[in-house]
């Protein structure tokens, strides 16, 4: 593509808020004589179609990754060739070098119109909301006169779209740059955005209500595509019956003569059937595919808690009382082992009954504390001051302490400033 530092040599235009530059070479090139200038102003989409575009979702466009195969005929149903369309899902890199999720379409048909071999194919890079990031789209039509092809290629640079179009009349090639600020292309509606648009308004089997986008004519100008629907009709295919949504485009050119298509969309998005008002053939389906439905999600199952009766279960009972005697001999063998603890234990309930305290705690601080290894030497001079029987922490394990709370209550939070959250 021909970007703004490497564009063809010309005459430069500027028409409202598009600039543009073309070049003609070959042995047969013509000097391009400047365009008047415009005096409307160029198309904007209305807020319908803003708003059906930014309804739209990631996970509603990816129900409707799939490919598909139909086949080109004639009024007569001779076949003339065949159209493949496949949407999946792709990456593309923005202007930072960063590799974004997008949705990637593909495109590809080639047969016989009148006896003459057409084609074309187009690949296109759309986000969630089908704004098109790139696209490159090539059509070629082998006239037995003057060989027709024109390649047009879109891509956002920044603030702004360009637009490169070739295009080859026999020996003769004229190239064209556009550029689009990328704020008027706000409902711009790409060939790529559109294959997956119509399976979006298949999928909801509806149209947006006067909805006005935005898409580019034959002549790579910017002007109004709207859609409309014809109902539904029961189409057979393979011996199979189904419904299928219609669904009308037409772009409105500025200059030309209005364009418009009819696309026959089965309930999952399926292009069943394809027409274009004025031409000799259409495109259909040969096979009924397997149509899709949007996942179900069923609520979580709800286990209720129900009691344990154990005691009238014989197997649980049995091992209630094996463990309940298990733990009885294990402690009884204990304190055979260990009679002194048995001992203290009686020493302290003894003293406990005769003094009869009204803190049970410390008491029993007091009373133990004599045989912990790590209590204090006592004094050698009284103090006024009661000594507490409970181990004191140095001021260097006080402070690791309070940073472990510190720690377990989060970055910035000491106990001091989750105590101020809490004054009024």
């Given at each position: 593509m021909e970007t703004a530092g490497n564009r063809p040599g010309g005459r430069q235009q500027a028409a409202g808020s598009m600039s543009s530059k073309v070049q003609s070479k070959g042995l047969k090139a013509k000097d391009q004589p400047a365009p008047a200038p415009e005096s409307l102003p160029p198309?904007?989409?209305?807020?319908?179609?803003?708003?059906?575009?930014?309804?739209?979702?990631?996970?509603?466009?990816?129900?409707?990754?799939?490919?598909?195969?139909?086949?080109?005929?004639?009024?007569?149903?001779?076949?003339?060739?065949?159209?493949?369309?496949?949407?999946?899902?792709?990456k593309h890199e923005d202007n930072t070098g960063t590799m974004l999720p997008c949705a990637l379409v593909?495109?590809?048909?080639?047969?016989?119109v009148d006896k003459m071999l057409c084609g074309n194919s187009l690949l296109g890079y759309l986000t969630w909301n089908l704004e098109t990031v790139?696209?490159?789209?090539?059509e070629f039509v082998k006239f037995h006169i003057l060989p027709m092809e024109q390649k047009t290629s879109l891509l956002r640079q920044g603030d702004q779209l360009a637009m490169t179009r070739s295009i080859r009349e026999g020996e003769e090639v004229r190239n064209e740059v556009t550029f689009f600020p990328w704020h008027s292309t706000a409902g711009f509606i790409s060939q790529a955005a559109n294959l997956l648009l119509l399976r979006v308004m298949a999928w909801r089997q509806m149209v947006p209500s006067n909805a006005r986008f935005l898409a580019l004519d034959?002549?790579?100008?910017?002007?109004?595509?709207?859609?409309?629907?014809?109902?539904?009709?029961?189409?057979?295919?393979?011996?199979?019956?189904a419904d299928a949504f219609?669904?009308?485009q037409t772009v409105h050119s500025v200059e030309g003569i209005p364009f418009s298509c009819q696309f026959y969309l089965l309930s999952d998005g399926h292009l069943a059937k394809r027409v274009?008002?004025?031409?000799?053939?259409?495109?259909?389906?040969?096979?009924?595919?397997?149509?899709?439905e949007e996942d179900e999600i069923e609520p979580r199952p709800v286990f209720e808690k129900k009691p344990l009766a154990w005691e009238e279960d014989i197997e649980l009972h049995s091992r209630f009382l094996e463990r309940k005697e298990e733990l009885r001999l294990s402690h009884t063998r204990y304190l055979q082992q260990h009679p002194d603890g048995e001992a203290i234990v009686s020493d302290f309930l003894l003293f406990l009954l005769l003094r009869q305290p009204e803190d049970v705690v410390t008491f029993a601080a007091e009373f133990f504390g004599p045989f912990s290894l790590r209590r204090p030497p006592t004094p050698s001079?009284?103090?006024?001051?009661?000594?507490?029987?409970?181990?004191?922490?140095?001021?260097?394990?006080?402070?690791?302490?309070?940073?472990?709370?510190?720690?377990?209550?989060?970055?910035g939070r000491d106990p001091e400033a989750l105590l101020s959250l809490l004054r009024f």
């Amino acid at each position: 593509m021909e970007t703004a530092g490497n564009r063809p040599g010309g005459r430069q235009q500027a028409a409202g808020s598009m600039s543009s530059k073309v070049q003609s070479k070959g042995l047969k090139a013509k000097d391009q004589p400047a365009p008047a200038p415009e005096s409307l102003p160029p198309p904007e989409a209305n807020a319908e179609a803003i708003h059906f575009l930014d309804s739209l979702s990631q996970e509603e466009l990816q129900m409707l990754f799939f490919s598909e195969t139909l086949a080109m005929v004639s009024k007569t149903g001779e076949p003339q060739g065949e159209l493949t369309i496949e949407v999946q899902s792709g990456k593309h890199e923005d202007n930072t070098g960063t590799m974004l999720p997008c949705a990637l379409v593909h495109a590809f048909s080639r047969g016989f119109v009148d006896k003459m071999l057409c084609g074309n194919s187009l690949l296109g890079y759309l986000t969630w909301n089908l704004e098109t990031v790139e696209q490159h789209s090539q059509e070629f039509v082998k006239f037995h006169i003057l060989p027709m092809e024109q390649k047009t290629s879109l891509l956002r640079q920044g603030d702004q779209l360009a637009m490169t179009r070739s295009i080859r009349e026999g020996e003769e090639v004229r190239n064209e740059v556009t550029f689009f600020p990328w704020h008027s292309t706000a409902g711009f509606i790409s060939q790529a955005a559109n294959l997956l648009l119509l399976r979006v308004m298949a999928w909801r089997q509806m149209v947006p209500s006067n909805a006005r986008f935005l898409a580019l004519d034959m002549e790579g100008k910017f002007c109004y595509s709207t859609y409309k629907a014809l109902g539904s009709q029961t189409i057979q295919v393979d011996r199979q019956q189904a419904d299928a949504f219609i669904v009308e485009q037409t772009v409105h050119s500025v200059e030309g003569i209005p364009f418009s298509c009819q696309f026959y969309l089965l309930s999952d998005g399926h292009l069943a059937k394809r027409v274009q008002v004025g031409s000799p053939g259409c495109c259909i389906i040969t096979k009924m595919p397997v149509l899709r439905e949007e996942d179900e999600i069923e609520p979580r199952p709800v286990f209720e808690k129900k009691p344990l009766a154990w005691e009238e279960d014989i197997e649980l009972h049995s091992r209630f009382l094996e463990r309940k005697e298990e733990l009885r001999l294990s402690h009884t063998r204990y304190l055979q082992q260990h009679p002194d603890g048995e001992a203290i234990v009686s020493d302290f309930l003894l003293f406990l009954l005769l003094r009869q305290p009204e803190d049970v705690v410390t008491f029993a601080a007091e009373f133990f504390g004599p045989f912990s290894l790590r209590r204090p030497p006592t004094p050698s001079l009284r103090s006024s001051a009661p000594q507490s029987p409970f181990r004191s922490l140095d001021p260097r394990t006080k402070r690791e302490t309070h940073q472990a709370r510190a720690l377990r209550l989060g970055p910035g939070r000491d106990p001091e400033a989750l105590l101020s959250l809490l004054r009024f």
